[in-house]
């Protein structure tokens, strides 16, 4: 039996694709700036900081990276609640991928700060600059830079992992294809759609982490 596909559904349900489409923009945008600083901050308090603040960010980063996103989501949604803790489903989605990417960006993070000479740490010391401002403006530049292709990588995979958020009626893009293929019963021509949407998305997400490693390190463009 053959297989016909009908996409004449797709302008009706257009306005649902759309706004998925801006949800899923609005998790990266925000899961993706938050999330780099956490795991900038976590780097630091790995790499540099003091002794007590290691172990317990070392333990976030090892939780987080040994847990499947799915449980971490279904803990912030439906777990703090029984605490207390109340949330909506972007809220807990957004908080869910800020920690997500805050732990894998740590380690990617702090394999740049590792690979710093020891020269510019004295460097930065013998400009009388704090251990602070030493990691500003010595450090932590370098080291971006040598990690930033991975770290956007990074952020893609977050990206597409964003997907899982359905899972808590957030009206993502998945939502956006699950609601459409349970109304028309069209599940592979949604599907292929909302394909055709990640993958879209994905270009685009590298292109922008593109063109913020040039503007943020113009030196390492020229060179």
Same mark, same amino acid.
């Given at each position: 039996?053959?297989?016909?596909?009908?996409?004449?559904?797709?302008?009706?349900?257009?306005?649902?694709?759309?706004? &998925?489409?801006?949800?899923?923009?609005?998790?990266?945008?925000?899961?993706?700036?938050? &999330?780099?600083?956490?795991?900038?901050?976590?780097?630091? %308090?790995?790499?540099?900081?003091?002794?007590?603040?290691?172990?317990?960010?070392?333990?976030?980063?090892?939780?987080?990276?040994?847990?499947?996103?799915?449980? /971490?989501?279904?803990?912030?949604? @439906? &777990?703090?609640?029984?605490?207390?803790?109340?949330?909506?489903?972007?809220?807990?989605?957004?908080?869910?991928?800020?920690?997500?990417?805050?732990?894998?960006?740590?380690?990617?993070? =702090?394999?740049?700060?590792? %690979?710093?000479?020891?020269?510019?740490?004295?460097?930065? =010391?013998?400009?009388?600059?704090?251990?602070?401002?030493?990691?500003?403006?010595?450090?932590?530049?370098?080291?971006?830079?040598?990690?930033?292709?991975?770290?956007?990588?990074?952020?893609?995979?977050?990206?597409? &992992?964003?997907?899982? *958020?359905? /899972?808590?009626?957030?009206?993502?893009?998945? @939502?956006?294809?699950? @609601?459409? /293929?349970? =109304?028309? @019963?069209?599940?592979?021509?949604?599907?292929?759609?909302?394909?055709?949407?990640?993958?879209?998305?994905?270009?685009?997400?590298? /292109?922008?982490?593109?063109? *913020?490693?040039?503007?943020?390190?113009?030196?390492?463009?020229?060179?």
């Amino acid at each position: 039996m053959k297989y016909h596909l009908d996409f004449s559904w797709l302008p009706q349900y257009a306005p649902d694709i759309l706004k &998925g489409v801006m949800i899923t923009l609005e998790l990266i945008a925000v899961g993706g700036v938050l &999330g780099i600083l956490l795991g900038i901050f976590c780097a630091w %308090a790995r790499a540099l900081g003091p002794r007590w603040l290691k172990a317990p960010v070392g333990l976030y980063v090892e939780l987080i990276r040994n847990t499947p996103f799915l449980i /971490q989501l279904f803990f912030i949604f @439906f &777990g703090l609640p029984s605490i207390g803790v109340q949330m909506g489903e972007l809220t807990a989605a957004n908080l869910a991928m800020v920690i997500n990417l805050g732990a894998y960006g740590c380690e990617i993070i =702090r394999a740049g700060i590792q %690979a710093t000479p020891k020269g510019q740490f004295e460097a930065g =010391r013998s400009l009388a600059m704090s251990p602070v401002e030493t990691f500003r403006h010595v450090v932590l530049v370098p080291s971006l830079q040598r990690i930033w292709p991975a770290l956007s990588s990074q952020v893609v995979i977050v990206m597409l &992992g964003s997907s899982v *958020v359905s /899972q808590i009626a957030t009206q993502d893009l998945t @939502f956006a294809a699950n @609601f459409i /293929q349970s =109304r028309t @019963f069209r599940a592979f021509e949604a599907y292929i759609v909302s394909t055709v949407i990640y993958l879209v998305l994905a270009v685009i997400v590298r /292109q922008v982490m593109t063109l *913020v490693g040039r503007a943020l390190f113009p030196r390492r463009t020229a060179a």
